[in-house]
């Protein structure tokens, strides 16, 4: 094996995951990361894809396979021994308005259970069941567990990745880095993970670049004596969901703004309507206390779909972006695909599927 030299600009899910598989392979690696605005670090963390309605089959494959993934990773962490404890399956549960509406979502479940058998178990709820999770969810009553469903801390992730790869000999620059010669000439090859901020790095390449960013907001909220270190992820009809963090800590969320793009100004109004939402739905949170408000910027292709791979013409430019809001899903096994690329090995997903081709311009 020869020792590359690689710089991997982003640290968020793909890039801290590519860095710690090149560097686990013995590669120099050097992280840049500025850090503002990372969707790595403001997300929620569900992993549960399976019972999603998307019809896009590239986009499901990618997603069952990077719910599947985070086995591998936690695997290769721990004999690393590194802390997993940002990874927790203590399943979903997803509740509809109606019992047809669940006995569909059942039916999915379990044709998709053949291929995905991390799905795990799949249980239709009683209303006494659904309250031995949840003991006051007022307004639901068809509900669906899924066991294999989890809940990933992002920022945590990255930081342990980020201590392996410099365990391993890697470096991390926390700065804005331009794509300038001087980078190009040292490196032997350059992953550019670079999230919402691809077009701003490519641009003075003359690449314009099919993606917009997308801003999002969740809200942390502190319950009193409530342990809820256990507690599924769950996931009611409509844009908001509730994620019990343990210690009385929920996240509810989050917001997909797509008016203001790269803007990471906490927003009075929205902020209010996801605790008012929450409440609605959660009694619990009427006295919760608002503790932080995370704000990100999500990429977007305009067919929503993400891609990686090199970049056109290029045998030293890896890039990826376009992980919309299933990035921490599909993140870890994206960033372990670049990996694989840059250091000339067979990929195992098809990368024709993925190619960034469509989406990069000159
Ligand atoms: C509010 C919210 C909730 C979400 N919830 C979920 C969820 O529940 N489940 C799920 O699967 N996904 C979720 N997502 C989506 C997921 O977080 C993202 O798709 C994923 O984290 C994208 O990862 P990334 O590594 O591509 O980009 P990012 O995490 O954005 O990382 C890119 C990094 O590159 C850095 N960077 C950019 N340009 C430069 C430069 N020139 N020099 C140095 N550094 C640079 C940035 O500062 C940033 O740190 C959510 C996102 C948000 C915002």
Known sequence: MTNKKIAVIGGGIVGSTAAYYLSRNGHQVTVFDEGVGQATSAAAGIICPWLSKRRNKKWYRLA????????QICQDITADQGDISFYNKNGTILTKKTPQA???QYALGLERRHTAPEIGDLKILSKKDLETYFPSLPSQENALFVSGGARVDGEAMVRELLTLVEKNGGKIIRENVPLKQSLLDDYDKIIIAAGAWLPQLLEPLGWNV???GQ???????????????HQPVMMPEGEID????????????ASHENDKGYDLLPDEKIIQNLIEKGQTLF???????????????????S?????????????????????????????PIIGYQLALL??????????EDYLPDTYLQR
């Open 215 to 229: 801003k999002g907001q969740l809200v942390v909220l502190q319950t009193d004596d409530y342990n809820n270190q």
């Open 303 to 331: 067919d929503f779909s993400p891609f990686w791979g090199y970049l056109p013409g290029s045998d030293k430019i890896l890039v990826a972006s376009g992980l919309g809001s299933s990035g921490l899903t599909t993140g």
């Open 210 to 212: 099919d993606i917009r």
């Open 283 to 301: 009694n619990i949170l009427e006295d919760a206390s608002l503790i932080k408000v995370k704000v990100g910027t999500r990429a977007y292709t």
């Open 342 to 351: 840059a250091d000339n090995k067979q990929t195992d997903l098809p990368l």
């Open 102 to 104: 669940i006995e569909k």
């Open 242 to 253: 509730i994620l019990p963090i343990g210690d009385g800590i929920i996240f509810v969320g």
């Open 64 to 71: 069952s396979d990077g719910a599947a993934f985070y086995s």
